[in-house]
């Protein structure tokens, strides 16, 4: 049988200013692309480019600055960048609540310093034991509204704990208590609500006050939280506590028979035996080259590195900086070769325990020059018209060798952890295990609930992606780690459902290929396509009024949308010296040693 064919933020932002020769001379990029420094960037919009900051001693950079801050102390502690990235993933579970946390999940890459080795630990969230296939669908078949999104049967068996802990059990230099600490701190002593907290509690109140252990946290007896009311929450700081004396407490412990239990008594699947047989998983990495660069990303369940890589190979040789930034061809060539990666990952992707996932055959050299011989650079191909490579194809090359958010660690010696970690929705499930402050995920409905239905962010799944227990549902996360020479060269992540690939797409390219810094690659405007809905995504005040209609000429259906994603990143510039920047979009910060 043949397969298919194989925040509120307007770009005007607020930040400091950064001057022409700053995107030249500590930029990651090599002596071949000197002559293409800005590659056209228009001095205005570079104006709003956020300012990178700069070390030579180490970096961390994350979506909160208390976060950030978690993370530096660790470093200036003596522990090594594992122990910063488990202090800050920690710390962001309790000051954005809304976006990651530990009842959640999440993908790692790290760059160990004395062997330049690369490793990917995969902590996602998985299908519970008594999860099935139609357990969304009515008796006529039919999709229950939101089951997958809210209460406790959209939520899967969280993977987080189990993540930070194996990372610090093989990596970490300090005592685990120490890496925990600051996160009770914060939950304990509480910290100040910004208006980006205030405005994810405002979007999901109706659900968060039909669950009576989430009202308790995020309301004062039902009535929101306003900018710069402290939070307090005190059985999140307990949680912690006990997590920092026994962190198999979590899945076979006090905290296991608390999640348990409170999902027996509201109709959610988790069971003890679910939380006591889940493991993380080391995987190897998917990796490729991309001028001189070998850049690597998370392999299957999580879509993110082999798309990445597929349009990475499909734009191949073609000259975007002699082209010049944000000009139509170049801008036409990235849209037409992510509705092919789109189309692909519709069809093709899914959890490598349960499905075969043609990784080799989608990031091959040869498929991506059949498929760039596809594109006709005067006009769109409809994404009716696109499909996703054929089973004939797949044997012929065979034998070819949103919420969410991201962390970035870079340590005196060079080790590495670029992470991206969530609990999907805002505020996940929209439901807290009662008496653990753990906010759960809702991350059930990354599955395929049905043929063709898209899920929370518009992408639509197969039977690669479908529901089975103790299977993993398809991720789009993408946190990636490039070298040159075996040297770091850098690291970088985003939230934001679909369009993290596209983001990580862009921040890649615009330190490889236009030779921005860290600072510009983060704040450069955005656009985005997936194949279904057949939209291209422009981001508001980013694109010249010549280059959309250029777009619009082509055949693109434009929709224009405030800036997304929360991306960070961390440089290395040939000097060695480390930038760092946070997204504009967020409030996220850089701190350098």
Not at 8 to 30: A, E, Q, Y
Not at 97 to 124: C, N, Q, V, W
Not at 426 to 445: H, K
Not at 501 to 513: H, S
Request: hydrophobic residues 40%.
């Amino acid at each position: 049988m043949i397969l298919q064919h194989l925040r509120r933020f307007s770009f005007t932002v607020v930040c400091l200013c950064i001057c022409l020769s700053s995107c030249s001379p500590v930029s990651p990029i090599g002596e071949r692309q000197r002559r293409k420094v800005n590659a056209g960037i228009p001095p205005d919009l570079q104006s709003q480019f956020v300012q990178p900051q700069r070390s030579k001693l180490g970096m961390a950079v994350s979506a909160h600055p208390l976060a950030t801050e978690a993370g530096v102390a660790m470093l200036e502690d003596g522990g090594n960048a594992m122990d910063a990235a488990v202090a800050t993933a920690l710390a962001i579970s309790v000051v954005e609540p809304f976006s990651a946390g530990i009842g959640g999940g999440g993908f790692l890459l790290l760059r160990e310093a004395e062997t330049g080795k690369i490793r990917a630990l995969d902590f996602r969230e998985r299908a519970p034991m008594a999860a099935s296939r139609d357990m969304y669908l009515d008796d006529e078949g039919k999709v229950k509204s939101r089951a997958s999104l809210d209460g406790h049967l959209a939520v899967g068996v969280p993977g987080t704990v189990a993540g930070l802990y194996e990372l610090h059990r093989e990596y970490g230099k300090l005592p685990w208590s120490a890496v925990v600490k600051p996160a009770i701190r914060l939950a304990q002593e509480g910290f100040e609500l910004s208006d980006r907290f205030i405005r994810f509690t405002q979007r999901r109140r109706d659900v968060l006050l039909q669950n009576t252990a989430a009202k308790a946290i995020f309301t004062r007896q039902g009535q929101m939280y306003e900018p710069g009311d402290i939070l307090v929450q005190k059985d999140l700081a307990n949680t912690l506590k006990t997590i920092s004396q026994d962190p198999e407490s979590f899945y076979s412990g006090k905290v296991a028979w608390a999640i348990a239990q409170d999902m027996q008594q509201h109709g959610g699947l988790i069971t003890l035996n679910d939380l006591i047989n889940y493991e993380p998983i080391w995987r190897d990495p998917i990796c490729g080259n991309f001028r001189d660069a070998r850049i690597c990303s998370m392999p299957p369940p999580s879509s993110g590195g082999v798309h990445l890589l597929q349009i990475l190979n499909i734009i191949g040789e073609t000259d975007l900086a002699d082209l010049g930034w944000q000009n139509p061809d170049a801008l036409h060539l990235m849209v037409e070769s992510m509705r092919i990666a789109y189309a692909d990952r519709a069809a093709h992707l899914g959890d490598p325990d349960f499905v075969e996932v043609p990784v080799r055959q989608l990031t091959s050299k040869e498929y991506a020059k059949q498929r760039r011989e596809e594109i006709q650079m005067d006009r769109v191909r409809r994404s009716d018209e696109v499909t996703a490579v054929d089973e004939a194809t797949l044997q012929r090359l065979q034998g070819e060798s949103t919420n969410t958010t991201h962390l970035t660690i870079v340590d005196r010696d060079r080790n590495v952890v670029s992470m991206t970690f969530t609990i999907n929705g805002g505020f996940g499930a929209g439901v807290v295990a009662a008496g653990t402050g753990i906010v759960l995920n809702n991350e059930m409905d990354d599955f395929a609930i049905a043929p063709g239905v898209p899920n929370l962010y518009g992408l639509v799944g197969d039977e690669a992606n479908a529901i089975a227990p103790r299977k993993t549902p398809l991720s789009s996360m993408t946190p990636i780690i490039a070298t040159r020479n075996g040297r770091f060269l850098m690291a970088a992540g985003s939230p934001g459902g679909s369009t993290i690939i596209t983001t990580v797409l862009q921040i890649a390219l615009n330190g490889i290929e236009y030779n921005m810094n860290a600072g510009a690659a983060v704040s450069a405007p955005r656009l985005h396509h997936q194949w279904l809905p057949d939209v291209l995504w422009l981001e508001r005040g980013g694109f010249g009024a010549d280059t959309v209609q250029s777009l619009k000429e082509r055949g693109h259906n434009i929709e224009v949308r405030d800036g997304w994603g929360n991306a960070n990143a961390i440089f290395v510039t040939e000097d060695g010296t480390i930038q760092g920047a946070a997204d504009p979009r967020g409030e996220g910060t850089a701190i350098g040693l």
